[in-house]
Each structure stands twice: as structure tokens, then as C-alpha cells.
């Protein structure tokens, strides 16, 4: 799936998209590079951060959710 499709597993999800909850449910949304991000129309990439608040850095940057 992509922006918003429902999901159980990144699985569930288009290549570049991870499964999140985006407060209500599991929803896919495409994966950004929080420093240069290359999200779509007016969606901004929100950073990702760990449960000590620390960012999530996947291959050297800090990953993020275009919404």
C-alpha cells in the first residue's frame, strides 16, 4: 500500500514506505531523509525518533514520514 493504506507490516507497504501508527492505526506512509527531504505536494517529512527520543538514523541519516 501506500499514503494512508492500512497495514499490519512494512510487508503490507509499497518499497520506500513503512508501516506506522499514525495515532488511530496502522497506516502506511513513504520513508524521507529528514535532512533532504523529497516528499510529495505540501506533505512535510516528520522526523522519526526512538522511545529515548533519540532520532531513528537508517544508512547515515535520520529517517522520517512524509504526511
Excluded at 48 to 56: G, K, R, T
Aim: glycine fraction near 12%; charged fraction near 10%.
Amino acid at each position: 500500500g501506500i499514503d494512508g493504506a492500512a497495514c499490519t507490516t512494512a510487508a503490507d507497504c509499497a518499497v520506500g514506505y513503512g508501516c506506522y501508527n499514525n495515532g488511530t492505526n496502522d497506516a502506511c506512509y513513504k520513508n524521507c531523509n529528514v535532512n533532504a527531504p523529497s516528499c510529495s505536494g505540501i506533505q512535510s517529512c516528520y522526523a522519526l525518533n526512538d522511545d529515548l527520543a533519540q532520532p531513528v538514523v537508517v544508512n547515515g541519516y535520520p529517517i522520517g514520514v512524509c504526511q
